[in-house]
């Protein structure tokens, strides 16, 4: 079957920085996704990984291992605004989303 | 980037009603619309796919007959929620995939729709 394993919550304090882990199981596999999803609204794109490596965009950065099937988003120097979930999606052969349940991310000052 | 709106934002009625949800893509065409339903705490959970002029596909477990999705244009579709009651109450959004070439994986979402049925 298909299933997407992320953590359901981690803490850390503001400035720090954070590494959420996603691990994914597809039938066949078009890219990994993540989102960011603020408390009563839709989730906005963060990014999107479909070859091996690391993905940097300002201080967000998202890695991807297909060959183990695992992905991380990680954020720098956190701010309070990045109090959020965040959903790990991988695609399948079908073009269609898989996704996880979504990491709740707390900041604490 | 990609617009996606909906409209209503939020919708009360009372038990038995039906709703209707609208989801477009203005600035660009949409070959498919997806139809998600997120309860508090959990994560998305896909309902329906859509492609513009053909029938949807449901997930299982969601009733066709109830959830009523027409995708008429390739920038339209629409989700309807028949004869709601207070366990359809739930937040709704839609994502859009893009037609032109070298955009077929990123979905694009719109802002949701916030369902309370009393």
């Known amino acids: 079957g298909q299933n997407i394993d992320q953590p359901t919550e981690m803490t850390a304090t503001e400035g720090a920085i954070v590494q959420i882990n996603c691990t994914y199981q597809?039938?066949?596999?078009?890219?990994l996704f993540w989102y960011q999803q603020h408390a009563g609204e839709a989730p906005t794109f963060l990014s999107y990984?479909?070859l091996d490596g690391l993905e940097e965009k300002g201080r967000f950065s998202s890695f991807l291992s297909r060959s183990k099937g695992y992905s991380y988003l990680l954020l720098k120097e956190l701010q309070m605004k990045d109090s959020a979930s965040y959903l790990c999606?991988?695609?399948?052969?079908?073009?269609?989303?898989?996704w996880g349940a979504g990491t709740k991310l707390i900041i604490k000052p | 980037g990609a617009v996606v709106s909906q409209h209503p934002s939020r919708v009360i009625c009372k038990s038995g009603t039906s709703v209707k949800i609208e989801c477009r893509s203005l600035?660009?065409?949409?070959?498919?619309m997806f139809w998600y339903r997120q309860f508090p705490k959990q994560s998305l959970m896909l309902m329906a796919t859509?492609?513009?002029?053909?029938?949807?596909?449901?997930e299982q477990g969601v009733e066709k007959d109830k959830f009523l999705i027409n995708h008429a244009s390739l920038t339209l579709s629409t989700l309807t929620v028949t004869s709601a009651h207070p366990e359809d109450s739930s937040f709704y959004i839609c994502s859009a995939r893009s037609q032109a070439s070298g955009d077929l994986n990123e979905q694009f979402f719109g802002p949701g729709t916030r369902l309370t049925v009393l």
């Open positions: 999606a991988a695609m399948d052969s079908n073009y269609q989303l898989i």
């Open positions: 597809t039938s066949g596999f078009n890219g």
């Open positions: 859509s492609n513009e002029g053909s029938k949807a596909t449901y």
């Open positions: 600035d660009f065409q949409a070959t498919t």
């Open positions: 990984n479909v």
